[in-house]
């Protein structure tokens, strides 16, 4: 099966976000927050602890929705009612923790909620879903021993390969990454963000929250800094240096 993200794009946005206001009771989660994202570029969303990355982050996925505001997919306004429904127009989102099922192989965990079937028993036809996890990890080249390895028998990189794989295989506009390197070493670190840049040729928008400025400027075309639920701004990275980044961040000049 090919990449969802090898489909005809237009020229605006994949997301654009317009004046979101989160407010959690009498607390302001993210006040006034706009930014657009296009097919084939990653946004960088940075901020201390708290700063309102991870909210913003579940009000795309529709974990939570916008007090106020405006979420649009390809210039068309949404509203979803939960995360599956976000999932349905092609939103998805590799969370830190990874979401993966431990006892059960590469394969199910592709298709995991979605599995294929077939005949009139709705049988699960294991077969064809070995073989499509097969061909889109060797595409992203994700280093497993099989499309049947165990989950709890892989690395912490190779999880998150395959966490990545999976949304790569549903989503059809934009996949949002939360941190998906936090708990890794370097060399697997470097494999993971090989991935990601894979899936930028692949023409998918990325928004990815990530505290490594590191990895940030290696990977990003832009970076959006949040700081107490307020944004800051919107650098091109390649025109910004780490310490303009760390004062927007920290506010100190």
Same mark, same amino acid.
């Given at each position: 099966?090919?990449?969802?993200?090898?489909?005809?794009?237009?020229?605006?946005?994949?997301?654009?976000?317009?004046?979101?206001?989160?407010?959690?009771?009498?607390?302001?989660?993210?006040?006034?927050?706009?930014?657009?994202?296009?097919?084939?570029?990653?946004?960088?969303?940075?901020?201390?602890?708290?700063?309102?990355?991870?909210?913003?982050?579940?009000?795309?996925?529709?974990?939570?929705?916008?007090?106020?505001?405006? @979420?649009? !997919? %390809?210039?068309?306004?949404? &509203?979803?009612?939960? =995360?599956?429904? +976000? *999932?349905?127009?092609?939103?998805?989102?590799?969370?830190?923790?990874?979401?993966?099922?431990?006892?059960?192989?590469?394969?199910?965990?592709?298709?995991?909620?979605?599995?294929?079937?077939?005949?009139?028993?709705?049988?699960?036809?294991?077969?064809?879903?070995?073989?499509?996890?097969?061909?889109?990890?060797?595409?992203?080249?994700?280093?497993?021993?099989?499309?049947?390895?165990?989950?709890?028998?892989?690395?912490?990189?190779?999880?998150?390969?395959?966490?990545?794989?999976?949304?790569?295989?549903?989503?059809?506009?934009? @996949?949002? !990454? %939360?941190?998906?390197?936090? &708990?890794?070493?370097? =060399?697997?670190? +470097? *494999?993971?963000?090989?991935?990601?840049?894979?899936?930028?040729?692949?023409?998918?928008?990325?928004?990815?929250?990530?505290?490594?400025?590191?990895?940030?400027?290696?990977?990003?075309?832009?970076?959006?800094?949040?700081?107490?639920?307020?944004?800051?701004?919107?650098?091109?990275?390649?025109?910004?240096?780490?310490?303009?980044?760390?004062?927007?961040?920290?506010?100190?000049?």
């Amino acid at each position: 099966m090919a990449l969802n993200a090898t489909q005809e794009t237009s020229t605006g946005p994949v997301l654009e976000l317009a004046n979101i206001h989160k407010a959690f009771g009498g607390v302001v989660a993210v006040e006034d927050f706009s930014l657009d994202l296009h097919a084939g570029e990653i946004v960088a969303l940075v901020g201390d602890n708290g700063a309102g990355k991870s909210t913003l982050i579940k009000m795309i996925s529709g974990v939570h929705a916008p007090t106020s505001g405006t @979420i649009s !997919l %390809d210039g068309e306004a949404v &509203a979803f009612a939960d =995360a599956s429904v +976000a *999932r349905a127009h092609g939103v998805e989102v590799v969370y830190q923790d990874l979401a993966l099922a431990d006892q059960q192989p590469v394969y199910m965990n592709m298709f995991l909620g979605r599995e294929t079937v077939r005949g009139p028993l709705n049988l699960l036809d294991r077969k064809a879903m070995m073989r499509e996890t097969q061909a889109l990890v060797d595409e992203l080249d994700v280093r497993i021993p099989s499309a049947k390895a165990i989950i709890r028998d892989l690395s912490g990189g190779q999880r998150q390969g395959v966490a990545i794989a999976r949304a790569t295989h549903w989503a059809k506009k934009l @996949i949002l !990454l %939360d941190e998906p390197t936090a &708990a890794l070493g370097v =060399a697997e670190t +470097a *494999r993971v963000e090989e991935i990601v840049k894979i899936l930028r040729e692949r023409n998918i928008a990325i928004l990815i929250i990530s505290h490594s400025l590191d990895q940030v400027f290696r990977l990003s075309d832009r970076i959006c800094v949040l700081r107490r639920g307020v944004q800051i701004g919107v650098r091109e990275t390649a025109k910004s240096d780490k310490n303009e980044i760390v004062s927007m961040i920290t506010g100190v000049a």
